[in-house]
């Protein structure tokens, strides 16, 4: 079952086309890697599927769960569950990262969020969300809340999501504890190891999705640059 479906999307910019045609599924439960070079849209598309201001599509579709997104706001689509781990998380000044971590409707414990994301519950729990943090911290404390809010899709966009400080075993053990929880994941990346991780991948070249399939195939046309179609139209690599 689709969980996410974005279909036929164009979005434009100061005068640049960014995305044009672009369709991408995402099953319920699913971890989907998107892979593609630097300035091919990835941002972009994440900002457009969590309806940040100034991201919405000029044609086509966004559906979850058979909704129509395309006019919602932001807020709305979170409280459909869908979550994007932040550039630049929110600072609550005052407020310390267990009582941040506990926000929202976590049934475990703060201390396993952040030691999922490698951080010292001990060092941490106690600290306050301000400017003394570093700009990693707050960035795996981000991802830390992403994890506790027990999303139904979660968008996580390297390096902005913070994945990127993680290694490749403690990024592997996010996702699987995401997965446990049913929540489905859009991972954005540049990494093959990373995607490989991901029980489908797609390839994002040109402001469209040429290729949609196993991970490993998907990685390895990615990492030898060749291409795979120019035409928009989705192969799918068995």
């Given at each position: ?42 941002s ?23 909704i ?92 902005d ?26 991972l954005?990346?540049h ?48």
């Amino acid at each position: 079952m689709n969980l996410l479906e974005l279909s036929d999307i164009r979005f434009t910019a100061s005068g640049r086309t960014i995305l044009t045609g672009l369709t991408l599924t995402i099953k319920a439960g699913e971890i989907h890697a998107l892979l593609g070079t630097n300035g091919t849209g990835k941002s972009t598309l994440a900002n457009i599927i969590m309806g940040c201001e100034g991201y919405y599509p000029e044609s086509g579709g966004i559906y979850f769960d058979a909704i129509l997104l395309n006019s919602m706001k932001m807020y709305e689509r979170a409280r459909l569950g869908i979550c994007l781990a932040w550039q630049e998380p929110a600072r609550f000044e005052g407020l310390r990262v267990h009582e941040y971590l506990t926000l929202g409707a976590a049934t475990e414990p703060p201390e396993v969020f952040l030691r999922l994301v490698g951080l010292n519950p001990s060092a941490y729990l106690d600290r306050m969300l301000d400017r003394f943090l570093s700009g990693g911290e707050r960035k795996r404390i981000e991802l830390a809340s992403v994890l506790a809010v027990r999303p139904r899709l979660a968008i996580l966009d390297e390096p902005d999501s913070g994945i990127d400080m993680l290694s490749t075993d403690d990024i592997i053990q996010v996702l699987d504890h995401l997965r446990s929880t049913g929540s489905a994941v859009l991972l954005i990346t540049h990494r093959e190891e990373i995607a490989a991780a991901a029980d489908r991948a797609s390839r994002l070249c040109g402001g469209r999705i040429i290729a949609t399939g196993n991970p490993r195939q998907i990685s390895s046309s990615f990492k030898t640059r060749k291409c795979i179609s120019c035409d928009g139209m989705v192969r799918d690599d068995k």
